[in-house]
């Protein structure tokens, strides 16, 4: 390739990967400083490590217990949607059944269903059960919305398994559940971890449901924290800062190590059509 | 063999549980929120049929036009600059080899991060005093209310909206047409090459009509993406300032659950229903390859 157009390519993408990276940077760097040195010169470096934007944020920004929080309801969502969606998309992409495709397309209409379509009708029915302002009231919803995705990936991963395996364990007199949890859950990890990454990502950082339906500050979940740090009265920037810091860092670690399986993910979903 | 996959016990305890979720926690609310569209219905009373009270009552409601203009402003501008940047990064991104994954991975990366938090971000860079006008009054420059401005028919706090929708999410594009582009076999460019094409018109010539089913795909998630777009307006401006970044599902938020109009809103939540049913309808159709 001509070296000219070669150097112009690299040259544009170095511009565009300083316009992704210098926000997240900058954000790190401010979270250090005080609030007056943000006023005065923002886009110097931090003259003192400043640590107590980090403190305020954790304890008394709550943003711990946010975090316990947000954990809690997607580890739970995470390990229900795996069990959930593994044993749907087996039943759809493997067993013989007249209903399976019609079942496959009642699922993937979650696809096209935005949650806000569903938030008042789930608000009333929940505050009457006592769901409301509990964490299991997000996490169902979030199970479901997360099905469709995962119940997608996973019918192909399980109808790509060569036939011959599950005849043998059959042969050698394994019944339907053993064939399921010995032989073919074993070879559908990939699929499982992907659909798992993707799935907590997008919980991670869902912000309305979780406005909505939690209103007690202890169980707020971390995006929903967040909104403390900003409104009209509130002009302590470092801390907005610090807090921001907090929320992004733990899924920058997370994609910084599985950023492979995360892009796998994606592509799964839509390429495999 | 054949009778151990038809066992029915076993179908059933696979499926129901799930399925059971599925129509519990959407399908029974969505037939309820359509219902409750049609209804007088708020936090202190009980749903009361209305007919097309609320519809009515929509067609007159001026933040509503704002929203469903910014709404479908912010849909045409997605699917267009995204369809167009992220083409433009997969071709170059596999056109190169070294740094790659770097770049690729740089470019994704805000895709999964928390628009709540970026949002907030974001509202700084953009506000009066600080962030870019900070840099600009250096240099004697007085920069635009950037997310207060309120003149023209799409305002500026919708453009520079979009502007971060765009940076965000075009990441989830480019990868989509990058795993495409990489899937096709390398003999069709050497061929081209030989019969003296330039890169650009096999681009042109192969890539594009070989892509063209995960246009269809980028599109869609890209329509029903925008059409529910709420982190970012959330966090940057709350639709205003004067309601002029309303989109639909902020206005939904805001008359469901700060004023408590639950039939009101479920009106509103219909329409984004109908709208993202009627695009993945439409791009469906438009993108649909008839060998596949």
Same mark, same amino acid.
């Given at each position: 390739m001509n070296k000219i157009v070669k150097a112009l390519i690299y040259i544009f993408l170095t511009f565009m990967a300083v316009i992704y990276l210098a926000p997240l940077f900058w954000v790190i760097m401010v979270s250090f400083k005080t609030n007056a040195e943000i006023f005065t010169?923002?886009?110097?470096?931090?003259? $003192?490590?400043?640590i107590d934007n980090y403190t305020f944020a954790w304890t008394a920004g709550q943003l711990g217990a946010a975090m316990a929080n947000s954990l809690f309801v997607c580890v739970i969502t995470l390990i229900l949607s795996m069990i959930l969606g593994s044993t749907v998309s087996f039943a759809i992409g493997r067993m013989k059944w007249k209903l399976s495709g019609l079942v496959l397309v009642y699922f993937m209409m979650g696809m096209m269903i935005p949650v806000h379509c569903v938030l008042i009708p789930l608000f009333t029915r929940f505050a009457k059960i006592g769901? $409301?302002?509990?964490l299991w009231g997000v996490i169902l919803p979030y199970l479901t919305f997360s099905l469709p995705t995962t119940i997608f990936i996973m019918t192909g991963f399980f109808k790509s398994l060569p036939n011959e395996l599950l005849e043998s364990a059959c042969i050698d007199g394994c019944n339907i559940y053993q064939i399921f949890v010995l032989i073919c859950m074993p070879l559908a990890k990939t699929g499982l971890f992907v659909t798992g990454l993707m799935t907590f990502v997008a919980n991670w950082n869902e912000l309305l449901l979780a406005m909505v339906f939690i209103s007690d500050d202890t169980k707020k979940t971390l995006p929903v924290s967040l $909104?403390?740090?900003?409104?009209?009265? +509130?002009? +302590?920037y470092s801390q907005m800062f610090a807090a921001i810091v907090i929320a992004i860092i733990p899924t920058i670690i997370v994609y910084c190590i599985f950023s492979n399986q995360i892009v796998d993910g994606l592509t799964a979903g839509a390429v495999k059509e | 063999m054949e009778k151990l996959l038809k066992d029915k016990k076993a179908i059933a305890i696979f499926v129901l549980p799930a399925f059971l979720l599925f129509t519990f926690i959407l399908f029974i609310p969505i037939c309820q929120s359509i219902y409750y569209s049609f209804c007088d219905y708020d936090a202190l009373t009980l749903p009361k049929f209305v007919g097309l009270k609320n519809y009515k009552n929509l067609l007159i409601d001026d933040v509503m036009k704002t929203s469903l203009k910014n709404s479908v402003f912010f849909l045409i501008y997605s699917c267009v600059t995204q369809l167009i940047m992220g083409l433009i990064l997969a071709g170059l991104l596999t056109n190169i080899k070294a740094g790659r994954n770097f770049f690729k991975n740089v470019i994704y990366l805000p895709c999964v991060l928390s628009s709540a938090a970026l949002g907030l971000l974001w509202m700084f860079i953009f506000s009066p005093k600080l962030g870019i006008n900070q840099i600009l009054a250096k240099y004697g420059m007085e920069g635009p209310l950037w997310l207060m401005d309120i003149k023209g028919f799409i305002t500026l706090p919708m453009w520079v909206i979009a502007f971060v929708a765009l940076w965000q999410y075009v990441g989830q594009s480019m990868m989509l047409y990058m795993a495409q582009i990489s899937g096709i076999s390398t003999s069709l460019y050497e061929a081209s090459y030989i019969d003296g094409c330039s890169k650009l018109q096999s681009f042109r010539n192969i890539t594009l009509p070989l892509i063209k089913p995960m246009v269809g795909t980028a599109m869609s998630l890209n329509a029903i993406g925008s059409l529910k777009f709420f982190d970012l307006i959330f966090n940057m401006t709350e639709g205003g300032p004067n309601h002029k970044t309303e989109v639909l599902a902020t206005h939904l938020y805001t008359q469901g659950f700060k004023f408590f109009k639950y039939g009101y809103a479920s009106a509103i939540g219909t329409v984004l229903l109908v709208l993202c049913l009627l695009m993945t309808f439409l791009i469906n159709r438009a993108f649909r390859t008839d060998d596949m």
């Open positions: 010169d923002p886009f110097a470096l931090p003259q $003192s490590f400043f769901l $409301s302002n509990n $909104s403390k740090f900003v409104g009209p009265y +509130n002009t +302590n | -």
